[in-house]
């Protein structure tokens, strides 16, 4: 139990680091954010808990597959936002549009050849 809440600690702060970056140097943060550290940590934590080549090749090919539907939020949030809408409005759009989105990267992608 000890080991996840280091996971949690360490990712945590992560996460508290770029939103303190981003109230001061928005461009920094968003720099910051849009590295797939999350993503990397993920795989660090994956790896050490279940380190086979090919568990963690299918992880890191499904993550790309999954970035794509998650995208298009990054610009109809700030379009939505530069048009007056509330920010808890302009999220929640953001957030609809890519959970439709995944949900249709899941029916298309298989498909397609690409496995999930």
Do not use: Q
């Not at 996840?4 to 928005?26: D, N, Q």
């Not at 090919?61 to 379009?79: G, R």
């Amino acid at each position: 139990m000890i080991y996840f809440w280091v996971k949690a600690a360490i990712s945590g702060v992560l996460i508290a680091l770029i939103s303190e970056t981003a109230k001061r140097w928005p461009g920094v943060g968003a720099l910051i954010a849009s590295l797939p550290l999350v993503s990397v940590i993920g795989m660090l934590w994956l790896w050490r808990d279940r380190p086979d080549p090919a568990n963690m090749a299918a992880h890191a090919e499904a993550t790309f597959w999954y970035v794509l539907p998650s995208l298009p939020m990054f610009l109809v949030m700030p379009a939505l936002l530069r048009r007056g809408a509330p920010f808890w409005a302009a999220l929640s759009c953001g957030c609809i549009l890519t959970i439709l989105l995944y949900l249709s990267m899941t029916w298309i992608a298989p498909r397609l050849g690409v496995k999930l």
